[in-house]
């Protein structure tokens, strides 16, 4: 008896995916925040006690959330290509990589938003490489991952799908597609198949 697929097929194409457009809103808004507060004149007069600027702060919270989120968008896309996408799986050992890159390349500037003021030129030379050795990390991890992914990836494109093979039968003239050694007609012998297209 054929089963009929229910319950998953009925969704809606894409509403599993409906989260990111929360996540996508929310760290438009974090942006915006930082931005827009961050050139508040008033936020760029008052002072910590320290060096420390509060717009420096505002945008930095804003930036860092905004970052925070696209990193939590990252982990939650990639399980549900793991779990529930199996022909977007390929991309899934990618996802993370990539999320890093962007983080840790925008996060450099972020960060520094609030501790830059208190580096001195050592402490900064060891902040650079910490970001340095982070970027490349994630640059050769990024690789690897594509690479073993890619194998499987090309392999199974390589397997071109294969064209019915005809024959026909010598005694019936039979037309057979995909035939065994011998005639479903008649039963006598086929030639040795040789590809027809
Ligand atoms: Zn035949």
Redesign the pocket.
Known sequence: MAMLRGGESEEIPGARWLWVGHYAVGILIALLLGAILGSFPLFHQSLFPSKLRASDVVSFMGYGGALLMFWLVGQRAAAQLEQREKTLAFLRPLIMPVVQLIVLSLGYMVLLLVIGPFLDQTAKSIYNWIFIIGIVGASLWLSFAWLRQSVPLLESLGQAPVADLRVS??????LLINPGRF??????RLPRPSAQL
């Open positions: 039968c010598l005694r019936c003239n039979a005639c479903e007609e008649c039963g006598a």
